[in-house]
């Protein structure tokens, strides 16, 4: 069974062929990162126009790349929220245009689910019941998965996701844009650790860095920052034994079977490095450039909603601050 996935929530326009949610035929990026680099940031009306741009140039190299009609597909999944509601207007339109056209099934994906589901593109597959710790730039979530869809979130960010303060952060040593791959660079040169506060909201599986990136500038401020690198080793340190703490202590309590990670910074090398070697549970993280955006997670993500016969009508809206479905317990 194959799906074609389309992503369009943030700055990478993306399109992938998958088969059996497991597999990859074909997964097309195209990046935005050099045009909103002059912004120091994401400019959401720039975002949306360049997915009109390169929207359908990209679902075509997918489509070629995979060897396949239109007729083969069993779906097209496309991200419906949560991310810019003009970004993701973009991937919908097209989404429902190849639906229509074609009359195949139409599934609005979850963002987030999405992410988790970069985990089924592995070589080893996930077993439940797993913890998943999503690390993007707008979430730093605790879910724990009894099953395909049942998902309990138990800890969340208070204030600035995990990306979103490695973005931060980035911008306030000057490192660049985006802050996430710059920091993991600029950390591998840093020996020396600088004194940064630890936000451990005991008694919560909730995750808050807004007072690290604080207490950061306060330091930058008073030219109290001598070298860069050491910033960037320091503060990625606290930020890894955070999540990694937390992530294994809610591992342990609800004995799971498997530790997942996913979302953008799950990129990062020392998280990786310092979950595998920490977690007394397995651990699986995708390859990296299927932990930063990417339309393959859509697509994989699909095919299991096409199994639990979850599908949408013409009539789908974009929902840009869509949440995880959660089971009642
Ligand atoms: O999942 P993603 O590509 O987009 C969202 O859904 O938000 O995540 C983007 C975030 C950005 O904040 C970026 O700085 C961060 O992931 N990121 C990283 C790394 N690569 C990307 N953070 C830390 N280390 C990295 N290597
Ligand atoms: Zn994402």
Redesign the pocket.
Known sequence: MKVLGIET??DETAAAVIEDGVKIISSEIASQIELHARYGGIVPEVASRQHMVSIIPVISKAMNKAHIGWHELSCIAVTRGPGLAGSLLVGTSIAKSIAAVKQLPLIGIN?LEA?IYANWLSNQKPEFPLLCLIV???HSDLVLMQDHGKYTVLGRTRDDAA??A??KAARILGLGY????A??RAATKGTVSIDLPYAWMKGTYDFSFSGLKTALFRLVEKDKIKNMADAAFSFQRVVVDILVSKTIAAAKLHRVKQVLLS???A???RLRQQLKEDSPIPVLIPEPVLC??NAAMVAACGYFCLQANTTHGFDMDVVPNLKLNQVNN
């Open positions: 929530s943030c963002h992410h993007s730039g707008g990306g979103e490695f973005d985006p802050g996430g791959p920091i993991d979302g953008g910074v990129a990062n090398r930063t955006d």
